[in-house]
Nanobody, 126 residues
Framework: EVQLVESGGGLVQAGGSLRLSCAASGFIFDDYAIGWFRQAPGKEREFVGAVSQSGANTYYGDSMKGRVTISRDNAKNTIYLQMNNLKPEDTAVYYC???????????????????WGQGTQVTVSS
């Protein structure tokens, strides 16, 4: 019943921008904070950032800080990850995740977060 479906990934040139979407269903959307993680080939999954239940607050990890903006539209049950000035090292599968925890704790609590999407591939060419 619970679904998180990422979309918007693809191939982009270095320095370009991309906007990912995460469509949610099967749970009370605004009871959950939504985070974004990424995983590059051969690497561990890494916290990108998160948005609070109301959308009023965001919290970002170090990997893409200053180059990403997370937002949500609770009327559409959709979360967005706007990525700018992309670099080849940003190439990864990007995942959205829903959890009732505070956004600042989502990174350390990666192993216990509630619901995960299937991921969408982002490839940045040099």
């Amino acid at each position: 019943e619970v679904q998180l479906v990422e979309s918007g990934g693809g191939l982009v040139q270095a320095g370009g921008s991309l906007r990912l979407s995460c469509a949610a269903s099967g749970f009370i959307f605004d009871d959950y904070a939504i985070g974004w993680f990424r995983q590059a080939p051969g690497k561990e999954r890494e916290f990108v950032g998160a948005v609070s239940q109301s959308g009023a607050n965001t919290y970002y990890g170090d990997s893409m800080k200053g180059r990403v903006t997370i937002s949500r539209d609770n009327a559409k049950n959709t979360i967005y990850l706007q990525m700018n000035n992309l670099k080849p090292e940003d190439t990864a599968v990007y995942y959205c995740v829903a959890d009732q925890s505070a956004i600042a704790t989502m990174g350390p609590r990666m192993a216990t977060l509630d619901y995960w999407g299937q991921g969408t591939q982002v490839t940045v060419s040099s």
